[in-house]
């Protein structure tokens, strides 16, 4: 972005901490001092999940009451600014796992939700960690049917029901050979995320690999 029209854009809408929302000079990324602190940064194998399926899922942070609201505020009442300061806490998760692979994607929405909403929060968080990782980024599966929120249904077993042959490959997805990164925002049980892996290795990939913003308590 041209400096000048950062400058402007910065006096306007001054930049705030996506977690804390206190202002924060430019050069902070997205993160105060304080909340850069104490996030609830994950590693090693804390930061692991398996899929139902068998995919290993890594998740830059644990979902906790401070990354909730901020992410709320993201994913339903249009803080998109904030995929930047998430892809980049996702792209530094992935560093050791982003060698070899060839594309990244991500757990699309439905054309109906997507439409209402405005915007995919995948898809930006998909976007936003490929670029940092230097790896190209493809939508490769759409969702061909409208399905209860995840966040609505009441256990295990009804999240796998309700997600069950909701997604399907592009036509024009070729994957057969390729390792793929599958990005989501928030991992719960991993139903979804299982079901999209499910469908790329039936598809021919080489390998999935889940990432998410988040792991939530299971």
Same mark, same amino acid.
């Given at each position: 972005?041209?400096?000048?029209?950062?400058?402007?854009?910065? %006096?306007?809408?001054? =930049?705030?901490?996506?977690?804390?929302?206190?202002?924060?000079?430019?050069?902070?990324?997205?993160? *105060?001092?304080?909340?850069?602190?104490?996030? =609830?940064?994950? /590693?090693?194998?804390?930061?692991? @999940? %398996?899929?139902?399926?068998?995919?290993?899922?890594? @998740?830059?942070?644990?979902?906790?009451?401070? $990354?909730?609201?901020?992410?709320?505020?993201?994913?339903?009442?249009?803080? $998109? @600014?904030?995929?930047?300061?998430? /892809?980049?806490?996702?792209?530094? *998760?992935?560093?050791?796992? #982003?060698?070899?692979?060839?594309?990244?994607?991500?757990?699309?929405?439905?054309?109906?939700?997507?439409? !209402? +909403?405005?915007?995919?929060? #995948?898809?930006?968080?998909?976007?936003?960690? @490929?670029?940092?990782?230097?790896?190209? *980024?493809?939508?490769?599966?759409?969702?061909?049917?409208?399905?209860?929120?995840?966040?609505?249904?009441?256990?295990?077993?009804?999240? !796998? /029901?309700?997600?069950?042959?909701?997604?399907?490959? +592009? !036509?024009? #997805?070729?994957?057969?050979?390729?390792?793929?990164?599958? $990005?989501?925002?928030?991992?719960?049980?991993?139903?979804?995320?299982?079901?999209?892996?499910?469908?790329?290795?039936?598809?021919? #990939?080489? /390998? $999935?690999?889940?990432?998410?913003?988040?792991?939530?308590?299971?």
């Amino acid at each position: 972005m041209n400096k000048i029209v950062e400058f402007i854009l910065d %006096l306007i809408y001054p =930049p705030k901490c996506a977690f804390c929302r206190k202002l924060i000079g430019t050069g902070h990324e997205g993160l *105060c001092p304080e909340c850069t602190e104490k996030l =609830p940064r994950l /590693s090693g194998t804390d930061a692991k @999940s %398996l899929l139902e399926d068998g995919t290993l899922c890594y @998740s830059a942070l644990r979902y906790d009451q401070m $990354v909730r609201d901020s992410f709320l505020r993201y994913k339903f009442y249009g803080s $998109v @600014s904030y995929a930047d300061t998430y /892809s980049r806490l996702m792209a530094e *998760c992935l560093k050791e796992t #982003a060698a070899g692979i060839d594309i990244v994607t991500w757990v699309p929405l439905s054309r109906k939700r997507k439409r !209402k +909403r405005g915007y995919d929060q #995948a898809e930006l968080l998909a976007n936003g960690t @490929s670029l940092l990782l230097g790896l190209d *980024c493809k939508g490769i599966l759409y969702k061909n049917k409208e399905t209860k929120a995840q966040s609505l249904t009441k256990s295990r077993n009804e999240r !796998k /029901s309700n997600i069950k042959g909701a997604y399907t490959l +592009r !036509k024009e #997805a070729d994957i057969k050979g390729k390792k793929i990164i599958i $990005v989501d925002d928030i991992i719960t049980t991993g139903a979804t995320l299982s079901e999209c892996c499910a469908v790329l290795k039936k598809a021919g #990939a080489a /390998s $999935v690999t889940a990432a998410t913003f988040a792991k939530a308590a299971r």
